[in-house]
């Protein structure tokens, strides 16, 4: 199956700095989302980006489909960024696989 | 429009009993697939549905099966529940736009 790979695994940061997570994917796929999960488990939507670049606030993501992979940017982080951010990839049949996360601990 | 609902939101269950979780996709959403979610092996895809069809099967025992109904809800069970299958249980919605929206998960314990 589609490996899908997110770096780096653990990320601690002050608040106000920016940051950079990756997801990199070995095969072609159809569709491309970004989760932020919360303390409750529920993965919230950020991004659905199979291929361009999109924002959202304090956040953007880009996606280079020809070249696998997909980074999301967090710019001017909070405390209430913190958590863990998943990608998640589409081969077909809303069948996804995500990756193993990034750990996001925003201090004050 | 409302979210995705899952219910129960939590359970505990004694091993070998089964156990049925319900997910109630978005008003017109027609694909339901459903995730297991362990500190151990991350986000793995259990199955989706489509117009009452399975279309897709994760790598999972028998003893994981669902069902979609006409009206788009789906159900999942598991049967003679072992330790092992403690986790979060996502479901997640698609429509016509293919993006997916994810439930707020039924967290499962056997004990």
């Known amino acids: 199956g589609i490996q899908v790979e997110q770096s780096p695994p653990d990320l601690i940061l002050q608040e106000g700095a920016n940051s950079t997570l990756r997801c990199n994917f070995s095969d072609s796929v159809n569709n491309l989302q970004w989760f932020h999960q919360n303390p409750w488990g529920q993965l919230i939507n950020l991004f659905y980006?199979?291929?361009g670049t999109k924002q959202n606030g304090r956040l953007s993501a880009t996606t280079v489909a020809t070249e696998r992979y997909s980074l999301l940017y967090i710019s001017s982080s909070q405390t209430t960024d913190s958590g863990v951010y998943f990608c998640a990839v589409e081969l077909t049949g809303n069948q996804f696989y995500f990756g193993t996360g990034t750990s996001l601990t925003v201090i004050p | 429009k409302a979210g995705v609902t899952q219910t129960p939101r939590y359970l505990i269950k004694t091993r070998g009993q089964q156990v049925t979780l319900s997910c109630s996709p978005i008003?017109?959403?027609?694909?339901v697939s459903w995730y297991q979610q362990t500190p151990g092996q991350g986000l793995q895809f259990l199955f989706e549905?489509?117009?009452?069809?399975?279309?897709n099967k994760g790598n999972f025992p028998g003893r994981f099966s669902g069902r979609q109904f006409s009206n788009s809800r789906s159900e999942m069970n598991v049967s003679t529940l072992e330790l092992g299958d403690s986790a979060l249980y996502l479901c997640?919605?698609?429509?016509?736009?293919?993006?997916?929206?994810f439930g707020q998960g039924t967290r499962l314990t056997v004990v």
């Open positions: 008003s017109g959403h027609r694909s």
């Open positions: 997640a919605s698609s429509g016509a736009e293919a993006e997916a929206f």
């Open positions: 549905y489509f117009s009452e069809t399975q279309r």
């Open positions: 980006i199979p291929s």
